[in-house]
């Protein structure tokens, strides 16, 4: 089974980068706001739940970017952002997720 | 001699707000990068003159090294010269990195952006330490 955590372990050793702090952020999104953004800077947050995003979701970062397609929801991949992390909900949805990352803080 | 060897990386951008990931490898006998430059090919309404296009960054050596962040303008004298890079390669890894289409969706016509890497197979200044790459 794929294991969210030792993934991030093991990736962050192949990358050589030495990890602080591993922790969780969350987003909890609500009606009324499309937008949120995060500060990640000297950090990583890794994109847990993209499967229950809606479709069209588009988080944009300084160093990656995704919208969210109905391929993406069915895979497993992390997606991971670094420094300023805007989320955009589509403006038609009607379902407002919690966003879940795994954060990552290195040394 | 140091032979120099430009890399690239070609994107085609097809609808607003497209966001296209690439993955490169770059040839493990070059050591070093010393200049990008990022280019639009095609022709855009003149509505969008000097307006951003988009935006992308890359990274090298296999995730380690983030080292591009850079706007995609559209401009009248578009011969820009290549911007300095100082990155030590690692033999046959990874560039990595996406582009953002920032364009409004009512000018959109689709185009091709081109990201050129100058890289060169001398080692940088290695005496005892790590150095910034040359490009002489």
């Known amino acids: 089974m794929y294991d969210h955590l030792n993934h991030v372990q093991q990736q962050f050793k192949q990358r050589e980068i030495n990890i602080e702090l591993q922790g969780f952020k969350t987003v909890t999104t609500q009606p009324g706001v499309l937008q949120y953004h995060i500060e990640a800077y000297n950090e990583y947050l890794l994109l847990t739940n993209s499967r229950v ?27 991971e952002f670094s420094g300023l992390v805007s989320i955009e909900l589509p403006r038609e949805t009607t379902y407002f997720p919690i966003i879940e990352f795994i954060q990552i803080v290195k040394e | 001699m140091a032979v120099t060897r430009y890399q690239i990386i070609s994107l085609r951008v097809q609808h607003a707000g497209e966001i296209l990931k690439f993955q490169h490898k ?8 010393t200049g990008f430059k990022l280019s639009m090919v095609g022709v855009m309404p003149p509505a969008l003159m000097n307006t951003t296009l988009g935006r992308l960054s890359a990274s090298f050596n296999s995730l380690k090294e983030e080292a591009i962040t850079a706007s995609l303008k559209h401009e009248v004298l578009a011969a820009k010269d290549f911007q300095q890079l100082e990155v030590q390669l690692h033999p046959g890894q990874i560039v990595s990195g996406v582009y953002v289409d920032e364009q409004l969706s009512e000018a959109f016509k689709p185009y091709r952006v081109n990201l050129y890497l100058r890289c060169t197979d001398k080692e940088g200044q290695t005496t005892k330490t790590k150095a910034a790459c040359t490009t002489t």
Not at chain 1, 62 to 76: A, C, L, P, Y
């Open chain 2, 26 to 33: 770059i040839p493990a006998y070059l050591t070093c990068c």
């Open chain 1, 53 to 79: 995003l809606p479709i069209g979701t588009r988080i944009l970062s300084d160093t990656n970017s995704v919208e969210i397609s109905s391929g993406q929801r069915r895979t497993e991949g992390l997606e």
